[in-house]
């Protein structure tokens, strides 16, 4: 396995807890400015599977924000990065591994022993979609999920990274995606109220019953099955925003965000931050967002008013 394709396997990012999230550690302004000038490397397995033609025809259609972008195998790529480094963006998935450690009682302790056995395992595997430059630490992310489909994960990730890398590059004001998080989607938020929002019904609570929904969220929505979610965001239609709802790189797997953004451009309205809450007798609660129920429907009608 190339240097390359291991970097793109290992890239550990940070998001927020409690207070906020944020896409990325460290891209600015500048470093956005940066990747779009750059010519965008999409490493590729020599032998592609299935799965890797599809994701790159994807790229292909949806990725606007490079005027250049290549393909090239791992090992390929591996060397032009190192070759001229200032010269490339790269664009690719990531993984991102929790280990739990468990300790079991020895049976065969005897005093002179250990009392316990260790181990471990790996709870849980998060992937994101990943650009980042190959000379200088600017790197942004999305965090993607389990429950989707590949065209639906690649299509939306793309999406948010542009939509995220547009905002940067828009104005120098735009200094860091926090200015985002914390100004721009507030003014983004009522505009929500002009779109039909899909409802996923895979996504909905068990407890949620269906006529409930428009009492917690009373603007306009559709409850639909998956796939008109997935091409709604194919053909790109503006007058559609969905949910986007994924784990992100805390608590095993059961801690998630949700996104609410335009199915043609990317758009964010607005997002639910997991939360941790005060540590209790019982242990520390976790609201993890795992599904779309009373709580969610009634969050994204009150950050839309």
């Known amino acids: 396995m190339t240097k390359l394709r291991v970097a793109l396997m290992s890239v550990l990012l940070l998001a927020g807890v409690s207070v906020g999230y944020t896409q990325s550690s460290n891209l600015s302004h500048k470093k956005a400015l940066e990747i779009q000038k750059r010519t965008l490397l999409v490493p590729v397995a020599a032998k592609k599977s299935k799965n890797d033609e599809i994701f790159e025809q994807l790229v292909k259609k949806y990725w606007k ?53 260790k181990g471990s395992y790996i709870s849980n595997t998060i992937q994101t979609l990943v650009v980042w430059l190959t000379d200088k630490k600017g790197t942004i992310k999305v965090n993607l999920s389990r429950k989707y489909s590949l065209e639906r994960n690649t299509i939306y990730g793309l999406q948010h990274l542009q939509y995220l890398l547009n905002y940067l590059v828009a104005d120098p004001k735009h200094k860091s995606l926090m200015t985002f998080y914390k100004r721009q989607i507030k003014k983004n938020a009522p505009e929500l109220k002009q ?75 607005l997002y639910l931050a997991a939360k941790v809450g005060m540590p209790s007798i019982a242990g520390i609660k976790l609201h993890n967002n795992r599904n779309i129920g009373k709580k969610q429907l009634k969050k994204y009608a009150k950050r839309v008013k």
């Open 195 to 269: 779109k039909t929002l899909l409802i996923d019904e895979k996504l909905l609570a068990k407890k949620l019953k269906r006529a409930k929904v428009k009492d917690y969220y009373p603007y306009p929505h559709k409850i639909v099955k998956t796939g008109e979610v997935e091409q709604a965001l194919k053909e790109q239609n503006t007058d559609y925003a969905l949910i986007h709802i994924a784990s992100i790189d805390y608590g095993q797997g059961a801690m998630h965000i949700h996104f609410v953004s335009n199915a043609a451009t990317g758009k964010i309205y």
């Open 65 to 117: 924000f490079n005027e250049k972008i290549e393909f090239v195998p791992y090992k390929k790529a591996d060397a032009m990065v190192k070759k001229n480094k200032e010269k490339y963006a790269v664009l690719g998935y990531s993984l991102f591994v929790d280990r739990t450690t468990t300790r079991k009682r020895n049976p065969a302790y005897n005093g002179m022993n250990s009392k316990y056995n």
